[in-house]
């Protein structure tokens, strides 16, 4: 997931402020605000759990009995450390751990209210420990509205920019179709550099001495248009961009030089201007098609070569799979598919042969899956499978039939043919509501599956240690 949103700027405001505000407060007020908290913390805890409790659509995130363990400890470290005296070097990393624990939020998908509500609380149980224990001395109590509330303000704001990144991406999965018009514009501009090349040129071969005016330049034209004032604005391909930029920029001296050596005539010079500027615009052509092409895949959030879904839309998928599966039961589990020694496969026969068993098991994993189900390519040679709603032993099923459609393939690469395995780390998601958990568990079975010699299938709760954090 994108956390592109914090800009530097905007952190860097955030650590000043920080900073400025520990060394404002200074050490021994914060010891004494510490002192007073650290006596009661087990009890400001369970004041906080019981009082969120009683909020309407607390329990979606909170009655997990994972969540309700690891909350209190975190918690408690949260309060803890936000009442630390810390030295300026020190606040960045606090700062990230902040902005972290928005994430968590937003993937969990916390209301921003609760969030509010929660700092709310804790201010007030806070204050009233401080007020206690200092005997109401202001500028303690000032002090521990301010780091709350400022703590509070970073949390929210990743908060904020992942649930936008989350709802770009949700907006762009049910939008899809629109993007299909960037295909028909793409027709459009292409066209129309044809037709500007076969005015040009019919100029160009009736008349000895071309007048041409600013207003026959390929500048002129609607691809140029398009391109400088508005492909900026639909694309993200900076690279491509300005390459496509430069050729046209090419076909525009390639189009006066024409028109130069017109001037003696007919020429052996003339015509090879001629296949100069129509190669030009040959190129631009690809190129804009390259680069719509490009990006209706992104769009699509597919992956070029397999045609299988990228990581774009997983966010947007896993955690609605969570939400179904915490109000109405039922369980979603995750296959994490890994090729086995897939770099002697690509040394051996050539990347080219490694895309085409890379396609060639995509289509086995699409196969084998039910229409609900999902497949993503997680990585190069790794694909993600979502099995919604399923039960442990048909999970299982799934990954061993995965397994042996792997290994059964045949993929021919020229002279040789091909086998390959696949090692699979499977897990079930276990009611927590934040499915990083599960995709965590996956990788350790995975990485298991690895250790205990590949191509088989290794369930996480077979695993001794579950080391996952809540
Ligand atoms: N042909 C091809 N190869 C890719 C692609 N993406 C990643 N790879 C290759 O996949 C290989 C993965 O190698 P490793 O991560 O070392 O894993 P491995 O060789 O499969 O070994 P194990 O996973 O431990 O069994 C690398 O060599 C990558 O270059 C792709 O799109 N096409």
């Known amino acids: 997931m994108s956390h592109g949103i914090q800009t530097s700027q905007i952190l860097d405001s955030h650590i000043q402020l920080l900073t400025r505000l520990y060394q404002d407060i200074g050490e021994e007020p914060l010891h004494g605000i510490r002192q007073a908290v650290e006596g009661d913390l087990d009890g400001i805890v369970a004041e906080f759990y019981d009082e969120m409790l009683r909020e309407p659509g607390s329990d979606a995130f909170l009655s997990h009995d994972l969540v309700r363990q690891r909350l209190r400890y975190t918690l408690a470290q949260w309060v803890r450390e936000l009442f630390t005296p810390r030295e300026p070097d020190a606040v960045p990393a606090f700062v990230q751990r902040q902005l972290e624990v928005g994430r968590v939020h937003a993937r969990i998908n916390v209301p921003m209210h609760m969030v ?8 007030r149980d806070i204050l009233t420990r401080v007020h206690r224990e200092h005997d109401g001395d202001l500028d303690r109590l000032i002090a521990v509205c301010e780091l709350i509330d400022a703590s509070i303000a970073l949390i929210n704001e990743s908060y ?7 709802e770009r991406q949700s907006q762009a999965l049910k939008m899809h179709a629109v993007s299909q018009n ?4 793409c027709e459009r501009l292409r066209s129309d550099l044809l037709d500007w090349l076969r005015r040009f040129m019919t100029r160009l071969y009736q008349q000895d001495q071309p007048a041409l ?6 500048r002129q034209s609607d691809f140029a248009l398009w391109l400088h004032h508005k492909a900026d604005l639909l694309f993200q391909q900076e690279q491509e961009i300005a390459k496509l930029k430069q050729q046209l920029a090419a076909i525009e001296h390639a189009s006066e030089r024409a028109i130069e050596v017109r001037k003696q005539g007919l020429t052996q010079g003339f015509f090879e201007q001629v296949e100069a500027l129509n190669q030009g615009v040959t190129r631009a052509n690809w190129l804009l098609a390259e680069l719509v092409s490009h990006t209706l895949e992104m769009d699509g959030g597919r992956d070029p070569l397999t045609r299988l879904f990228n990581r774009r839309f997983l966010h947007t998928i896993l955690q609605r799979e969570t939400q179904v599966c915490i109000r109405h039961g039922g369980r979603f589990a995750l296959l994490l598919v890994d090729l086995d020694h897939f770099k002697q496969l690509n040394d051996r026969h050539g990347h080219d042969a490694g895309d085409r068993v890379l396609c060639q098991v995509a289509e086995a994993l699409s196969s084998q899956i039910r229409a609900g189900d999902f497949v993503f390519r997680y990585g190069g040679e790794e694909f993600l499978v979502v099995l919604s709603d399923i039960s442990p032993e048909n999970a299982q099923a799934v990954a061993d039939k995965i397994r042996r459609g792997v290994r059964e393939l045949v993929i021919n690469a020229g002279d040789a043919t091909i086998r390959v395995t696949a090692s699979i780390g499977l897990a079930l998601h276990d009611g927590h509501p934040d499915y990083s958990r599960a995709i965590g568990n996956a990788d350790r079975a995975l990485y298991a599956a690895k ?12 695993l001794k240690a579950d080391t996952a954090d809540a």
Do not use: C, W
């Open 213 to 218: 005016t600013p207003a026959d330049s390929v």
């Open 182 to 185: 960037l295909a028909i514009e």
């Open 451 to 462: 250790a205990a010699g590949r191509d088989r299938v290794v369930l996480a709760d077979d």
């Open 116 to 123: 509010n509500l929660g700092g709310r609380f804790l201010k």
């Open 160 to 166: 904020l920019g992942d649930q936008m990144v989350a």
